[in-house]
Structure formats: structure tokens, C-alpha cells
């Protein structure tokens, strides 16, 4: 019903940035909170950040002043702008979506994940 597809992960070196996105399509009546999570080798998947419909944003205390989240509410798609990225920042990222199907119904999906790697 509901497909999130993200982009723009790969390898960087510590210092350096990517930007990932995430677009989600299928019966879409409109979405919730969008979020990044990440999870690292033999760890837990965790939040990154968050938004709101309204662009109301939240941060893990690691990436506050390094991580940008943002999203186009038009092209229902969530963009995570990553800046003086460190090797901790290792992991594979996931987007996540609060969506109000066109049928009723809420879902809450996940994307198949990107690998970001950092390296010292």
C-alpha cells in the first residue's frame, strides 16, 4: 500500500556530509510524523531525528547542531541533512512514516534502509 524508498547514503570521510531522502508513494492521504532512526552493528535501532507535518523537529542529543531534518509536505518525502559526520555516525539509516491511508486506516511504515559509512 505504502512504500518509502531512500537515497544518498554511502561512504564519506569523517568531516564530511551527506544528505539522505526518503520518498514515500502508494495510497497516501497525507502523513504524520516522519523520522531517520539508525542502527549500528550489534545495537539497537534508534531515533534520529523527527518532524512533524508542521516541521516541528526533534534531535538525538548526538547529532543536535550536526543534523538537519527537514520534508516538502507536496512530494511526501523527508530529507536528513548530515554535516561534520564522525565515525560514530556509522550505520544503517531507516525512515519512518506515520501515514493516513486514502482507504481508511493508519500505517506506519518503514524504508528498506542505507548504509552510511564514516571513516576516520
Known amino acids: 500500500q505504502v512504500q518509502l524508498v531512500e537515497s544518498g547514503g554511502g561512504l564519506v570521510q569523517a568531516g564530511g556530509s551527506l544528505r539522505l531522502s526518503c520518498a514515500a508513494s502508494?495510497?497516501?492521504?497525507?502523513?504524520?510524523?516522519m523520522g531517520w532512526y539508525r542502527q549500528a552493528p550489534g545495537k539497537q535501532r534508534d531515533l534520529v531525528a523527527g518532524?512533524?507535518?508542521?516541521?516541528?523537529?526533534n534531535y538525538a542529543d548526538s547529532v543536535k547542531g550536526r543534523f538537519t531534518i527537514s520534508r516538502d509536505n507536496a512530494k511526501n518525502t523527508v530529507y536528513l541533512q548530515m554535516n561534520s559526520l564522525k565515525p560514530e555516525d556509522t550505520a544503517v539509516y531507516y525512515c519512518n512514516a506515520g501515514v493516513i491511508l486514502t482507504t481508511p486506516g493508519y500505517l506506519e511504515v518503514w524504508g528498506q534502509g542505507t548504509l552510511v559509512t564514516v571513516s576516520s
Open positions: 518532524i512533524t507535518r508542521g516541521a516541528v523537529t
Open positions: 502508494g495510497s497516501i492521504f497525507s502523513i504524520n510524523t
